[in-house]
């Protein structure tokens, strides 16, 4: 007989609103919008200058102001990598703080912020990479996910974030017994977006 993998028992929430930046958490993700290039407004190439880095906005800012300026400065620092959150699902390096109600804080990418955003497939990049990044965290029993409500209220990005959020944290242990039966995100309790 084989047993089956057993599922991950973190339990995905969604709350639509503003933040209870209160409360205990171990890891935030704040989603962050990139501003449309030059080269997008104008039709100007500007492939070879330097990227500044954006001024945080809503939630962001606020997290930013609470940290003195932290999160500007992780972003500024990863500002080549990064790009200012141009493609959806990169991420900043992990910023600790010590004292906070959230230990961590990372700054997730969300795409170029403009009218006619296209939203397709944006749940699965997001659930993805939330999801992969729990799997390398160590520690983590909560994690919240802070993004604009035209990511939050959209039910088909919603669906498609727990799909992919919940298959990264999958581990195919058919055929693995004892020692090798891999364990990913054992601590992980609670995400919620």
Known sequence: SMEWSELNKAKLSVEIGMADLEEEVDL???GVMAPPSAKEENGDDDED??????DLEGIAKTVDKRLDGALSEVLSENIKTFKNGATIGSMTPTLRVLGAKAKRYILVGLGINKDDMDLTGAGLKLGKAVGEKLLNEKKIRSSHSLLPDVFAS???IVQ?????FYESLHSDNRYRTGANVKKVAEDLESVKI
Not at 49 to 54: D, G, Q, R, T
Request: proline share 6%; no cysteine; hydrophobic share 55%.
């Open 49 to 54: 200058k330097e990227l500044e880095p954006v």
């Open 154 to 156: 959209n039910a088909t």
């Open 160 to 164: 498609d974030f727990a799909t992919a």
């Open 28 to 30: 935030v993700m704040i």
